[in-house]
């Protein structure tokens, strides 16, 4: 199980370095986000996790992805 998962965490930023020869490192994070997205839509929904409602928890569900994924992996692509 982990080194499937150092697999797929290590290869992520090799295909990443790769893919700076072409693109520039934004492009690769919203890449690397957006292809996120529908596997962690399918966990949700497998697991029957309810989208909250509250304005309040989407605002720092967003703060938290900026915080946490955007900025980080863009200045690591960028560096």
Do not use: C, Q
């Not at 790769?18 to 996120?36: S, Y």
């Not at 929904?45 to 989407?58: E, H, L, T, Y």
């Amino acid at each position: 199980m982990l080194s499937s998962l150092a697999a797929v965490w290590g290869g992520s930023f090799f295909f990443a370095e790769i893919a700076l020869r072409e693109v520039p490192p934004l492009t690769v994070t919203l890449h690397r986000v957006i292809w996120a997205v529908p596997i962690l839509l399918l966990i949700v929904a497998v697991k029957g996790i309810k989208d909250p409602v509250s304005a309040r928890i989407w605002l720092a569900y967003l703060v938290m992805s900026a915080l946490n994924n955007a900025l980080p992996f863009s200045l690591i692509f960028w560096g």
